[in-house]
């Protein structure tokens, strides 16, 4: 029985040694560049680091090594990123994928060769390859990946193969084959106009990020998505008028555009994504074609069109005092993000939501009225950025004092109660509140459906119920005595039960 168990062991160990040796079989180093084998059969590697590479490079085809030869055929995951050592690189025809942000910030690199059988191009392969001039595309070339050519700020011209069945180059402008997709505009092309074709229908993803020459833009009759920042950091453009077939607008599409001062919006846009035109610090007019269904502006200030959310409050404004409407119920991501001159903000009773970082970086912000009997939950950051809470005064209804002394972040404010007319118990327009000092029973006249709540002065809901159209009743006779707040739609009564 012994000598079985120790013959077993003995396979297992020499299973674990085989396995072992394997792996190391796997990975090998020649010339400073590290290879893994992706096919012992077909004998193929890829390259998983060249960072201690120096000069100018020219990457094999083959690679041999314990005798077997391998040919090389992909660049792998940040395989060379960061390597400042090195001048510039050769690739072989034999390397058909360039995998993701494999050349990322190797600044010193002054020229790539991309011969023909490369086939994909990663998501961010040359980002920041701040010293290439122009990029020649194979005609073997079938996918580039998003950000290939980001932060290439001497970038002035691509060269497309003819040949290539999937992109073409314009002028130096890349495109896909029948130019219905803006790829890339080289960031440093010396052309302060930029007339887009008309047979463009998507401006894709960083497609002009960081011209820096660009002053104006005539865009494609036919453009129908922006996609995410296709147009950030484009830092001359003064003024945007988007087309009448337009319908999206990405994620800061027009994000950190320094001297963009009016933008704008066709009756046919349908969708504007978050933080779209965040950190334009001249922005003060962004203007909604009336007859749009699903945005409006008013002063400038983007909401949507039943002015229940605001969407972006352009941070170039001067005003240092803002009242948001009574309708708003929700305030977007960076909505009012680095507004420099805004110093006094009113914020409505309606108010439920502040979404992430919408008051970042106002950092002169001076004093907060918040209307709102319950206090607005907040995302994430809403207030960083240089607002010094403890400097700023809150003002709050003084039955919700203790609520907002409660309250993560609100309670970090310079808190003071006032006497805020929406909290007074009297008629409104649509709702009628009786009796407002109560044994057990109050009643709301309601001249359509909606829902009444009932909040003690610590925030807490006590009590909803649904409203019929004419006279309902609340029954609060379960409750103990004090100060109450009802809120009906976007109305707001006290309450005290006696």
Not at 117 to 140: E, R, Y
Not at 283 to 312: H, M
Request: proline residues 4%.
């Amino acid at each position: 029985m012994g000598k079985i168990l120790f013959a077993k062991r003995i396979s297992i160990l020499t299973v674990c040694l085989c396995v072992a040796a394997l792996a190391v079989a796997q990975e090998f180093t020649v010339g400073n560049i590290k290879y893994r084998v992706l096919d012992a059969t077909a004998k193929t590697v890829r390259i998983t680091d060249g960072k201690s590479t120096t000069g100018d490079i020219t990457i094999p085809s083959t690679v041999t090594e314990g005798g077997v030869t391998y040919t090389v055929k992909e660049i792998g995951f940040k395989a060379f990123e960061n390597n400042r050592n090195i001048t510039s690189v050769e690739i072989p025809s034999s390397i058909d994928s360039i995998g993701e942000y494999a050349f990322y910030e190797c600044e010193e690199v002054t020229e790539y060769t991309l011969n023909n059988g490369l086939k994909i191009i990663g998501l961010g392969a040359f980002a920041s390859a701040k010293k290439i001039i122009s990029f020649k595309i194979p005609a073997s070339v079938v996918n580039i990946g998003v950000h290939a050519f980001l932060f290439c700020e001497e970038l002035t011209r691509f060269v497309v193969d003819p040949a290539n069945t999937v992109y073409v180059a314009e002028e130096g402008i890349l495109y896909n084959k029948d130019k219905s997709e803006l790829i890339k505009f080289p960031a440093a092309k010396n052309l302060s106009t930029y007339t887009m074709p008309n047979s463009v229908k998507i401006a894709k993803m960083g497609a002009m990020e960081g011209c820096g020459k660009i002053e104006n833009i005539v865009f494609s009759e036919n453009l129908d998505a922006i996609e995410e920042a296709a147009f950030m950091n484009c830092l001359r453009i003064e003024k945007v008028d988007l087309p009448a077939k337009l319908t999206t607008i990405g994620q800061q599409a027009f994000a950190s555009c320094l001297k963009l001062h009016t933008i704008n919006i066709p009756a046919s846009v349908k969708k504007i994504e978050s933080s779209s035109f965040y950190m334009s610090g001249k922005l003060q007019n962004i203007n909604v074609d009336p007859a749009n269904t699903e945005y409006l502006s008013e002063d400038g200030i983007l909401f949507n069109k039943s002015k229940t959310s605001l969407i972006t409050y352009p941070s170039g404004k001067q005003e240092d005092t803002y009242k948001v409407p009574s309708t708003v119920t929700s305030i977007e991501n960076r909505a009012f993000i680095s507004t420099l001159a805004l110093h006094n903000v009113d914020l409505p009773a309606s108010l439920t939501k502040i979404n992430t970082a919408a008051f970042f970086g106002c950092s002169k912000l001076q004093e907060i009225i918040c209307r709102a009997a319950v206090p607005p939950a907040l995302a994430n950051s809403v207030f960083g950025g240089g607002v010094v809470a403890s400097k700023v005064v809150l003002k709050v209804p003084t039955s919700a004092i203790a609520a907002y002394k409660a309250a993560e972040v609100w309670k970090n404010f310079k808190i003071e109660g006032a006497d805020l007319s929406f909290c007074s118990p009297v008629e409104q327009d649509k709702y009628e509140v009786y009796p407002t000092y109560t044994e057990g029973t109050v009643f709301v006249v309601a001249d359509r459906e909606g829902k009444a709540t009932v909040y003690n002065t610590l925030g807490q809901m006590v009590k909803t119920t649904s409203l019929q159209h004419g006279e309902n009743s609340i029954d609060l006779s379960s409750q103990p005595t004090g100060n109450y707040v009802l809120v009906v739609g976007n109305k707001t009564f006290k309450i005290i039960k006696r």
